[in-house]
Every structure is written in C-alpha cells, then in structure tokens.
C-alpha cells in the first residue's frame, strides 16, 4: 500500500533490494545454464536470461489521479 510518509531513502533501499534479488536469480540461472556469472556469459546469452528475470520498474504518482 502507498504511504506518503515513507521516506526518500526507503523507497530506494527497496528499489535495490528488488534489483539485487533479481540480479541474484539471473546469476544462480546462469550458473546452472553455462556454469559462469551472469557478466561472464555473452550478450546473446545475457538476453536469454533477462527474457526470464526482466526488470521493468514503472513510477506513477498516486496523488495524480
């Protein structure tokens, strides 16, 4: 649920602990894939992964409704 009270600052330490859990589950798909980091693969590889684990973040103020 939206709170106008919440602060500036944890708003973006749950905008890094999404990305850092989804990086973290691209990395542990590209290790049981290719057996390297997700920065080790190709980019044609890389994009396979990120089909999978995407990261699309969208901001919208709620108070313009």
């Known amino acids: ?18 990305y850092k859990t989804i990086f973290n589950l691209r990395n ?5 894939l290719y ?7 190709s980019g044609i590889q890389q994009d396979r992964i990120k089909k999978e684990y995407p990261i699309t973040l ?5 108070s313009d409704k």
Do not use: P, S, V
């Open 28 to 32: 542990q798909r590209a290790t049981k």
């Open 1 to 18: 649920n939206y709170d106008d009270k919440t602060t500036y600052g944890r708003y973006i330490a749950h905008i890094n602990a999404i």
């Open 35 to 41: 057996q390297l980091n997700f920065e080790e693969l």
């Open 58 to 62: 969208t901001q919208r103020n709620l």
